[in-house]
């Protein structure tokens, strides 16, 4: 080597004779031929040995490779067969031809989408040696009954399927243990409150929403091991907001459903007593979870809403059993008063239907246009007596009483006025005397009794109305106590 830059050196200084120029231009060229072969040992070498470039791009999606390096000095044969077997690697295209001509690089070939195409234009771009590239690739039409893309989408589905199933099996893992505990905390919280003096639906109430607790905290930790936090802290968080957007759109519902609570609670009345509410009188069958359930005096069933019960006003006539009822009855003015009163608080202390506490009494109502009117009070046990049939066996003995004693029962007084008179025609003859009327026949007074036959006694309808009521088909389930107390009217 040291004699091939001699001679490269006397080629260079030609007829120079100074010994000390061919020496240093000798030194010269070592030091260049020293640091040229350093630089071509540092290339790395290509050829068989070369890592081969990945073709194929993740999820089909093909992207630029990176610096494409032949040889130290890339030739066109060497970017041609270069490009063509990273072409042909892929399998991509259909028939791929490369041309290279003074660096420029000639592609040629069909492809199935844009995407490709681009991905051997920027291949080519991004050797090594290239100076241009025309990038000359066909992008094939897709056919109308094309089903590769819905078959590749199936299997990306299935894939992606694939990877889930653990976290599925531990999410249904996690539900299933949750509803299990969810069920436990409801049968214990149930059986816990059984003592307490709650009503049903509260202990139902308390122990399903101790169980909707579990549930909510094995969703939220089926949301945090899938990784969606935030998808856990909204459901956690949005339980509220959506229970206000129900009640809001629910109004009537909710409101029935809290007063159904608040009855029951509260129990105002209980199943078979007698009570009032609204303008509806009738023994009460149940309270379900949206209204109040009467059987009527007369048979019917009637359905009063909840929130109504709740804000009227009951009267419950089962609470106490004893009851006051109360009738007018006239007397004439020439009457003695007093004589009236107690010809009538006799009838009422002798009535075996009439309690004597709370005492009865007979008082002065007011002054008529043609009576003094007089209001009886009277008290009965509504517990065995009808209040209707102790009325009218009481205004009957009373009015027997009166007849009796000669105190008159008069009529309102009517004045009857002829604007032109009254015409009297006299019937002259001896002997003439007016066809006498017939006499009224009133039937003879027969002896008093307690209840007639029209009375049908003076027991209480309470257990014929609760018997209808037990026939007739009622709905809902019923959240009061059953009433221990005896029949009432």
Same mark, same amino acid.
């Given at each position: 080597?040291?004699?091939?830059?001699?001679?490269?050196?006397?080629?260079?200084?030609?007829?120079?004779?100074? =010994?000390?120029?061919?020496?240093?231009?000798?030194?010269?060229?070592?030091?260049?031929?020293?640091?040229?072969?350093?630089?071509?040992?540092?290339?790395?070498?290509?050829?068989?040995?070369?890592?081969?470039?990945?073709?194929?791009?993740?999820?089909?999606?093909?992207?630029?490779?990176?610096?494409?390096?032949? +040889?130290?000095?890339?030739?066109?044969?060497?970017?041609?067969?270069?490009?063509?077997?990273?072409?042909?690697?892929?399998?991509?295209?259909?028939?791929?031809?490369?041309?290279? +001509?003074?660096?420029?690089?000639?592609?040629?070939?069909?492809?199935?989408?844009?995407?490709?195409?681009?991905?051997?234009?920027?291949?080519?771009?991004?050797?090594?040696?290239?100076?241009?590239?025309?990038?000359?690739?066909?992008?094939? =039409?897709?056919?109308?009954? %094309?089903?590769?893309?819905?078959?590749?989408?199936?299997?990306?589905?299935?894939?992606?399927?694939?990877?889930?199933?653990?976290?599925?099996? @531990?999410?249904? @893992?996690?539900?299933?243990?949750?509803?299990?505990? !969810?069920?436990?905390?409801?049968?214990?919280?149930?059986?816990?409150?059984?003592?307490?003096?709650?009503?049903?639906?509260?202990?139902?109430?308390?122990?399903?929403?101790?169980?909707?607790?579990?549930?909510?905290?094995?969703?939220?930790?089926?949301?945090?091991?899938?990784?969606?936090?935030?998808?856990?802290?909204?459901?956690?968080?949005?339980?509220?907001?959506?229970?206000?957007?129900?009640?809001?759109?629910?109004?009537?519902?909710?409101?029935?459903?809290?007063?159904?609570?608040?009855?029951?609670?509260?129990?105002?009345?209980?199943?078979?007593?007698?009570?009032?509410?609204?303008?509806?009188?009738?023994?009460? +069958?149940?309270?379900?979870?949206?209204?109040?359930?009467?059987?009527?005096?007369?048979?019917? +069933?009637?359905?009063?809403?909840?929130?109504?019960?709740?804000?009227?006003?009951?009267?419950?006539?089962?609470?106490?059993?004893?009851?006051?009822?109360?009738?007018?009855?006239?007397?004439?003015?020439? %009457?003695?008063?007093?004589?009236?009163?107690?010809?009538?608080?006799?009838?009422?202390?002798?009535?075996?239907?009439?309690?004597?506490?709370?005492?009865?009494?007979?008082?002065?109502?007011?002054?008529?246009?043609?009576?003094?009117?007089?209001?009886?009070?009277?008290?009965?046990?509504?517990?065995?007596?009808?209040?209707?049939?102790?009325?009218?066996?009481?205004?009957?003995?009373?009015?027997?009483?009166?007849? %009796?004693?000669?105190?008159?029962? =008069? %009529?309102?007084?009517?004045?009857?006025?002829?604007?032109?008179?009254?015409?009297?025609?006299?019937?002259?003859?001896?002997? !003439?005397?007016?066809?006498?009327?017939?006499?009224?026949?009133?039937? !003879?007074?027969? =002896?008093?009794?307690?209840?007639?036959?029209?009375?049908?006694?003076?027991?209480?309808?309470?257990?014929?109305?609760?018997?209808?009521?037990?026939?007739?088909?009622?709905?809902?389930?019923?959240?009061?106590?059953?009433?221990?107390? !005896?029949?009432?009217?």
């Amino acid at each position: 080597m040291v004699s091939m830059f001699d001679r490269v050196a006397d080629a260079c200084v030609g007829g120079c004779d100074a =010994p000390e120029g061919s020496a240093l231009i000798r030194a010269t060229f070592l030091c260049c031929a020293v640091l040229m072969f350093t630089s071509v040992a540092a290339q790395p070498l290509y050829g068989s040995e070369d890592k081969p470039v990945s073709a194929k791009a993740p999820d089909n999606k093909p992207e630029s490779p990176g610096k494409v390096e032949v +040889q130290p000095v890339a030739r066109d044969d060497d970017i041609r067969q270069r490009i063509a077997d990273i072409l042909k690697a892929t399998s991509w295209f259909g028939e791929p031809k490369v041309t290279v +001509q003074e660096g420029i690089v000639f592609l040629k070939g069909t492809t199935e989408n844009e995407e490709s195409k681009q991905w051997a234009g920027n291949l080519a771009k991004n050797t090594e040696g290239v100076v241009a590239v025309v990038n000359q690739i066909e992008v094939a =039409p897709t056919a109308v009954w %094309d089903f590769d893309p819905t078959f590749q989408a199936l299997n990306d589905l299935s894939r992606g399927f694939v990877r889930l199933l653990p976290l599925i099996v @531990v999410a249904v @893992v996690v539900i299933a243990i949750s509803w299990i505990f !969810a069920r436990l905390t409801v049968y214990v919280v149930r059986r816990g409150l059984m003592g307490r003096s709650l009503s049903q639906l509260l202990r139902e109430i308390m122990a399903r929403a101790g169980g909707m607790v579990v549930m909510l905290a094995g969703l939220y930790l089926v949301l945090r091991i899938a990784g969606l936090t935030q998808l856990a802290l909204t459901v956690v968080g949005g339980t509220g907001l959506i229970g206000l957007v129900l009640g809001i759109a629910f109004r009537d519902i909710t409101e029935n459903f809290l007063a159904s609570l608040f009855l029951s609670l509260q129990q105002p009345f209980r199943e078979g007593d007698l009570i009032e509410v609204a303008s509806v009188t009738g023994y009460v +069958q149940r309270l379900t979870s949206r209204t109040t359930v009467l059987m009527t005096l007369d048979g019917n +069933q009637a359905q009063v809403p909840n929130s109504t019960v709740f804000k009227s006003t009951i009267r419950n006539f089962t609470s106490n059993p004893n009851r006051r009822d109360d009738f007018i009855v006239g007397i004439g003015y020439d %009457d003695s008063i007093p004589f009236a009163q107690e010809v009538a608080l006799k009838v009422l202390a002798e009535h075996p239907a009439v309690l004597n506490e709370p005492e009865p009494l007979v008082l002065v109502e007011n002054l008529g246009s043609s009576t003094v009117d007089l209001r009886v009070y009277f008290w009965l046990d509504g517990g065995r007596h009808s209040w209707l049939k102790v009325k009218s066996s009481v205004i009957r003995f009373v009015k027997r009483a009166f007849q %009796d004693s000669g105190i008159s029962l =008069p %009529d309102e007084a009517r004045e009857v006025t002829f604007p032109h008179g009254v015409p009297v025609r006299m019937i002259e003859g001896e002997g !003439a005397v007016a066809p006498a009327e017939p006499a009224e026949v009133k039937p !003879a007074a027969g =002896p008093e009794t307690v209840a007639t036959k029209a009375e049908a006694g003076l027991q209480s309808e309470a257990g014929e109305i609760k018997e209808q009521a037990r026939r007739s088909w009622t709905p809902g389930a019923n959240l009061l106590t059953p009433s221990s107390s !005896a029949d009432t009217s």
